[in-house]
């Protein structure tokens, strides 16, 4: 009997909403249709050269007679082999062999240090996690979640360098000795531009011994919005008291975070963020968003408008003019008569909601644009005390910047040169300062990294970094409360140091360097640093720094308000809008490297890139308009059909143009600008302000002779194996004028084509109505107002007419081997105290990829390298989906399609259609609701991925775990490829989560090991109640509050990680007290696909778009439902 | 054209195919019977480098498990001790013994040869990698230790007493109440249906297993049976 294909029904013909996840599918290329039909691309598990057949049917089978023989040797020794326990000589307190500790600590960064709560076993820090006690908690983002992977790094950085080349520590502790003796030596100091109290009194102490030493800060894009708030004032937003919010180029949601975003997210979701009352539309907030291209808060806007990123500043100043504030120059008038009218409709929401909006400017852009968003924020009151935004004094002052670095270099002020920044400005500075050649200049340069990069080879000395997870330090969070920064493991490599050490020895008498490991008894110096700094703030009291090691934080410590001024409006802030033959290129913010510092993070550069969904390189991005206009859009939707046979290029080879295979090529470009060009591959980005690139930053760092294009080998050891040979730098294209655009750029079409891993067509899914949508005004068509549509929210698609699911086949199991107290069989999902499921809100979630990190770091799950995911082979357990949708009949922008993430997991269907499936009972139901996966009984037939209608299962092709994915043909080697067991990776596995072999069959558990832990522990409670009782155990009752957690108490990683807490997990059987059960009984929730009957224990809760409406595109907004038929 | 096989070739492939087949049916039985870990892994005593007798520590001395394997209770993992709980006696007691020479050298810097490192215990019982045994969840829940270790304080040097394989955990999930103990009885290796009468006026309630059907409905111990249990 042939597979029986399930037809879903046709679109009805009044439907207008247009949805795609990619240019090839808007298209309805073949090749899209190819990966909704297949699970993977047809040829993709074949050979596609001589060179991946390495392991030619020849050799397999000559290796096969050689492991048989071998084998034979093998029986003389069934005992399997003796091996060893060994326990610690002397015990440390706290460590419990088996169980994780947890420590507060937090990561330091520019926008303020990211809280965390750090996961150890047996004091290896394995997984980290926000720390909810902190005043300025949120979720973590895909960095934070993944830095984790940096302490572990292969390519990390563990030998001093001289000039570039090994050189002994003796050698360094003597120069650093000369410096720290010298009391009238020039040094300068580039530190980033992370606030540390430490650092700042260090500093002073610093310039008191040193008369002449000076002190400087950079990093490549945080941009220099304190010129106009002035020096050290930061604006931070309160997104809880924000009824209305203007984005203006800002992705304060990504990667430009302008305070906690957690509270953004909770007045997304209409029932509020515990979903504890009836839906209110007066109680969510609105989002307006200008910006050039999709950012992850442009997504989440209710009203956005595309304009390069040039016109912002004439956007904002029409916008002010609107608003009569005082002080802006007259700006040009803008043209196009809907956009004015879309300025002035949000003006005059902005000014009825006055004192409780904000306007943010992204923190990259003009001065200009910041003196704008300043003067409206100061004439509609929304700064200060209790309101949207406070203006406050952080402690990051009197730092020069590099252009004044360069003046003191220049004029001989500077001899010795400390570079303490993250940003590596050899690779990033602009072009125009040639850091290089300033850097020549200075007598002595030393370095300090946890990569061997560009600066580290032309400094004097470099030094490897300790990670923040392995030093002592402190931080101040986004709104300055005082954070620790506590080590979890001693520095794994001998030399590391921290940045505190250094100027702890420059401090000292002798100037002796000490590292984490301290002086013979005695601590690391920056512990000692620390406790002096804290003891200023917290007092000399032991307990309190014993809580602040517990909290991470010392309450009540934020920055001090600050009163920024308004100030006048230079002329010449605007520029003429860009057009076809001056296109304007915009140095994107990239969502996986930053700005090139995660180059060598496996797991950011697998994570696809929210927008683009480009894995391991980066793109230029362009409008499909504008790509017509430039004749470069077919090229670019059609990859060519290039194949090989034996090594010959053909078109007509049998793996064809599929669609995202392994051969899909895009185009290249040249793109010339500022007298410099650049070779990038091409690709279209819907909703993109026409006539712009946006090209992102940090790659193209080193290249070797595998590279692709054939680019000259070069800085080959200034990246690893994950960062050799990824993507294109776009650094030499800026000046210091133009660190986030420039204009006047031309393009031209090239003949090269180069390999692009893309996953937005990979594991596309059939189905009506996946995502849903409703605006909370009423829409002009039969929707309804807000109420009905939120009543019709599990109506939408096939649910509206499809027959409601009849069950025939009874869900009991064996009466043999499971029978009941009757002895009768009973169901399936029969546990009386835990059933569990999920709730995704739809209207909270973003697509930002920090569940999918979070996901990867817990479950131990591998990265595959850019050639396997080209083959749809990537492992992440969630998919993140993002889908585009438009409205046929818009007439507003027609080219500005709304944009509607969705991440898809395992969604444990209670009749799942994996389970009836598989061959071997590798995939069943536990008593508790999972779909449970043994992987050991798994064969590999990849049935079960075959019948999931989420397509949420992925298969191990290789042994990802054990055979590293990033040596060329090393997958293919079989038993003779290189192993990376032992590569200090390892080390980061969760040891409660199986290593999965090559094989296997995986996917979302639910994190069953933390349900089980919790379980478990919630059952040691009832020896506990008999012996506070002071009653045997046999007299004790024991109830179901004594075996069933807390409510909501267990988080699965992902959710634990989402900055937007889109996601609930919990306990069924929890009743109301359960977030999780409330949120299954709101209107929003839907189940995915259905119709077909799963029953899935993952729901959806629909999205909500709260637009206003007296804008001009009102009514195109809250109707992306989204269709993939 | 000769016939090239004799007549009684005929009859060869079958008996090819039978012999074949009765040797590997022989081998199959064979391996079930000698590869399982009731064969395999049962009795399977390796030699430590100090002869440490539970016999003189628990039967004797009296010592409670939760003395040396500390963290039974709230791990999953059963430490085994570090050598500082050794030293709490062995540095009085029977300090002199040559067996502890392992020991002074791993903790006494007076001692020649000290190097301060851990002592390597062999390790007796294994689970594979991919099985989540959690010592913490069976203890406290009046599964004692010794239903699964045996009779370790009668052993000079332990070995392993059950197979641990996964049908010899099923039977027991099956069957819980073989096992089941009052949470006060888990550490008493004498525990008997002499002890029954300490915990229930039932004059039905006699043996040990009446008593762990009668935990098993009062302590509400229905153990899974499902994979992920053990394998996640």
């Known amino acids: 009997m042939s597979k029986r294909i399930w037809h879903h029904p046709e679109v009805p013909a009044d439907e207008t909403t247009v949805s795609w996840r990619s240019a090839g599918q808007l298209e309805d290329t073949p090749a899209f249709r190819e990966w909704l039909d297949r699970e993977f691309p047809q040829g993709a598990a074949e050979m596609a050269d001589e060179s991946d057949a390495e392991t030619s049917r020849r050799s397999f089978l000559k290796l096969m007679g050689a492991s048989t023989a071998l084998a034979g040797f093998g029986t003389a020794a069934c005992r399997r082999p003796e091996s060893y326990i060994v326990p610690y000589t002397k015990a440390p307190e706290w460590i419990i062999p088996g169980k994780a500790t947890y420590y507060a600590s937090s990561m330091p960064r520019a926008t303020g240090a990211t809280p965390l709560v750090v ?33 572990y790094s292969p390519s990390r950085s563990r030998q001093i360098l001289k000039s570039g080349k090994p050189a002994k520590r003796a050698e360094l502790d003597a120069a650093i000795a000369a410096i720290a003796t010298d009391k009238s030596a020039k040094i300068g100091f580039l530190f980033g531009a992370d606030d540390s109290p430490t650092r700042k009194r260090l500093a002073k102490d610093i310039s008191a011994k040193f008369p002449a030493a ?161 003067a409206i924020n100061l004439a509609l009151e929304n700064i200060g005390e209790g309101k949207a935004l406070l203006a406050l004094q952080t402690e990051v002052t009197g730092l020069g910047s590099l252009a004044a670095l360069k003046k003191d270099i220049e004029s001989g002020g500077i001899d010795t040169l400390f570079l303490l920044t993250p940003s590596n400005p050899i690779y990033d500075a602009p072009a125009d300062l040639d850091f290089a050649g300033l850097l020549a200049k200075v007598k002595t340069s030393i370095h300090l990294s946890d990569r061997t990069n560009a600066t580290a080879f032309a400094s004097t000395w470099h030094i490897p970094a300790a990670h923040y997870l392995e030093s ?83 309450a009540d410590s934020s920055y001090p308000l600050a009163t920024p001024v308004a100030s006048p409006l230079a002329a010449g802030s605007f520029a003429a809008a860009p057009v076809k033959d001056a296109l304007e290129v915009i140095f994107a913010t990239d969502a996986s490297v930053y700005d090139g510092r995660w180059i060598d993070n496996a797991w950011l550069q697998e994570a696809p890139d929210p927008i683009s969904k480009l894995t391991w390189d980066n793109a230029a991005l362009i409008a499909p308009k504008t790509a017509k206009e430039l004749g470069i859009y077919d090229l670019i939707i059609e990859p060519e059909p290039v194949s090989t046979i034996l090594g010959v290029e053909s078109k007509y080879a049998d793996v064809g143009p599929d669609g995202e295979g392994e051969n899909r090529k895009q185009p290249m470009i040249q793109v010339t600008v500022n007298g410099r060009t650049l070779e990038i591959p091409v690709l279209v980005s819907f ?44 650094y030499p294209l800026r000046g210091s004028a133009t660190t986030y655009f420039t204009t006047g750029a031309t393009v031209e079409l090239t003949d090269k084509r180069y390999s692009v891993a893309l996953v937005q067509e990979h594991s596309a899914m059939y189905g009506r109505a996946l995502a849903r949508e409703v605006s909370t005004i009423e829409s002009d068509d039969e929707k309804g107002d807000f109420k009905a549509q939120l009543a019709n929210v599990k109506k939408q698609g096939n649910d509206s007419h499809a027959p409601p699911n009849v069950y025939l086949y009874k869900p009991l199991g064996s009466a043999k081997w499971n029978p009941g107290k009757d002895g009768k069989a009973q169901p399936h999902l029969n546990d009386p105290l835990h059933q569990w499921a999920m709730a995704i809100d739809l209207s909270a979630c973003m697509g930002c990829n920090s569940c999918l990190v979070a996901c990867q770091a817990e479950n131990n799950i591998p ?57 071997v009972n590798a995939t069943v139901h536990t008593e508790d609701g999972l779909n449970a996966m043994a992987y050991n009984r798994c064969i590999g037939t990849r049935y079960c991925a075959n019948n999931c ?108 990680a989402c900055p937007a807490d889109a996601i609930t997990f919990g306990n069924l059987l929890d009743g109301d007290k359960s977030a999780l059960v409330r949120s299954k009984h709101i209107e929003r929730n839907y189940d995915l696909l259905n119709y077909i009957g799963t029953r899935p224990r993952t729901s959806y809760l629909a999205r909500v778009k709260n637009p206003n409406p007296d804008m001009p595109d009102a009514r195109f907004i809250g109707k992306a439902t989204i269709h993939m038929v | 054209m000769a016939n090239i096989f004799p007549r009684w070739s005929n009859l060869l492939p079958l008996k090819i195919a039978v012999c074949a087949g009765s040797a590997a049916a022989g081998v199959a039985l064979a391996f079930t019977y000698y590869a399982t870990p009731k064969t395999l892994t049962v009795g399977y005593q390796p030699s430590q480098p100090i002869p440490f007798s539970h016999k003189i520590h628990v039967d004797q001395v009296g010592l409670d498990c939760r003395y040396c394997h500390s963290f039974v209770e709230v791990s999953g993992h059963s430490n085994v001790p570090g050598g500082n709980t050794c030293w709490n006696c062995h540095q009085h007691v029977q300090r002199e013994s040559p067996k502890l020479a392992p020991l002074h050298k791993s903790m006494n810097p007076a001692f020649p040869g000290y190097d301060g490192k851990p002592i390597e215990w062999v390790r007796v019982h294994k689970s594979p990698d991919f099985v989540y045994f959690n010592h913490s969840a069976h203890v406290n829940r009046g ?90």
């Open chain 1, 472 to 554: 002592w330090s402190d931080a101040r969070s986004a709104r300055g409360t005082y954070t620790v920064v506590q080590p979890m493991i001693l520095p794994l490599y001998p030399n590391c140091v921290s940045e505190l050490e250094i100027l702890s020895a420059l401090l000292s008498d002798d100037g002796k360097l000490l590292d984490g490991e301290g002086d013979k008894e005695a601590p690391s110096p920056a512990y000692d640093q620390v406790r002096k700094t804290f003891a200023a703030l917290g007092g000399e009291d032991l307990s309190a720094w014993k809580k602040l090691l517990r909290d991470g934080f010392l």
């Open chain 1, 863 to 919: 990265i595959v390298g850019k050639e396997q995911v080209a083959k749809g082979r990537e492992m992440h357990w969630i998919r993140m989906d993002r889908y585009f949708a438009a409205q046929k009949d818009n007439t507003f922008d027609p080219d500005n399609p709304a944009l509607v993430p969705q991440p898809v997991a395992c969604v444990h269907c209670e009749s799942a259609p994996c389970e009836t499936v598989c061959p």
């Open chain 1, 687 to 730: 909703g993109q302000a026409e006539n712009t690139l946006i090209i992102p930053l940090g790659y193209g760092q080193a290249f070797d002779k595998d590279d692709e294009l054939g680019r000259k080998p070069a800085n080959q050891s200034h990246v690893g194996l994950v960062g050799i040979n990824r993507g294109f730098n776009a």
């Open chain 1, 949 to 1056: 209608p989420y397509k949420a299962r992925r298969f191990n092709f290789f042994d990802y775990n054990k055979r590293n994915p990033l040596i060329k043909h090393n997958l293919y080697k079989g038993p003779l490829g290189e192993k990376t067991v032992g590569d200090a990776d390892h080390l980061q596995k969760n040891p409660n989560v199986t290593v999965r072999m090559r094989g296997v069959m995986e996917k979302c558990t639910y994190c069953v090991q933390r349900l089980k832990d919790s379980v478990i522990r919630q059952k040691r409670g009832q020896k506990q109640e008999a012996l506070v009782a002071g009653k045997a155990s046999t007299e004790m009752e024991v109830t179901t509050k004594t075996l069933r957690i807390p409510v909501d108490s267990v988080k699965t990683a992902c959710q634990e």
């Open chain 1, 119 to 151: 996961t150890t076993f047996e004091g290896r820090p394995t997984k980290l996690a926000p720390n909810k006690l902190h005043p300025d908690a949120e979720g973590t983002d895909a960095f934070a979640q993944a830095s984790v992977l940096d302490l």
């Open chain 1, 214 to 374: 000076k002190f400087y800060q950079y990093e490549a894009l945080t941009g220099e919005a304190p010129v106009v708030l002035g020096d050290g004032v930061k604006l931070v937003a309160d997104f809880a008291k924000a009824d209305r919010i203007l984005a203006l180029d800002c992705d304060f949601a990504g990667t430009d975070p302008q305070g906690p975003v957690t509270p953004f997210f909770d007045r997304r979701k209409p029932e509020g963020k515990a979903y504890d009352h009836k839906p209110d539309a007066a109680k969510m907030n609105r989002l307006y968003a200008v910006e050039a291209a999709f950012s992850l808060t442009g997504g989440m806007a209710d009203h956005r408008l595309r304009v390069a990123a040039s016109q912002v500043a004439l956007v904002a100043a029409r916008i002010a003019r609107e608003l009569a504030v005082p002080g802006i120059v007259e700006s040009p008038e803008i043209t196009d008569s809907k956009q004015v009218a879309w300025i002035k409709a949000m003006a005059a929401d902005l000014k009825s909601n006055a004192g409780k909006s904000m306007v943010l400017a992204g923190s990259r852009q003009s001065p200009a644009v910041h003196q704008i968003a300043l």
């Open chain 2, 143 to 232: 599964v004692s230790c010794q239903s699964c270790h045996g009779d370790v304080h009668k052993m000079e040097v332990v070995w392993q007493d059950q197979p641990h394989s996964m049908g010899w955990c099923l039977d027991c999930h099956r069957a819980p109440e073989n096992a089941l103990r009052p949470l006060e009885e888990v550490y008493n290796f004498n525990y008997g249906d002499a002890d029954v009468l300490k915990y229930t006026k039932d004059q039905g309630v006699k043996t040990t297993k009446d008593l762990g059907l009668k935990l098993k409905e009062q302590f509400q111990v229905n153990p899974k049976k499902s994979c992920a249990t053990c394998h996640h």
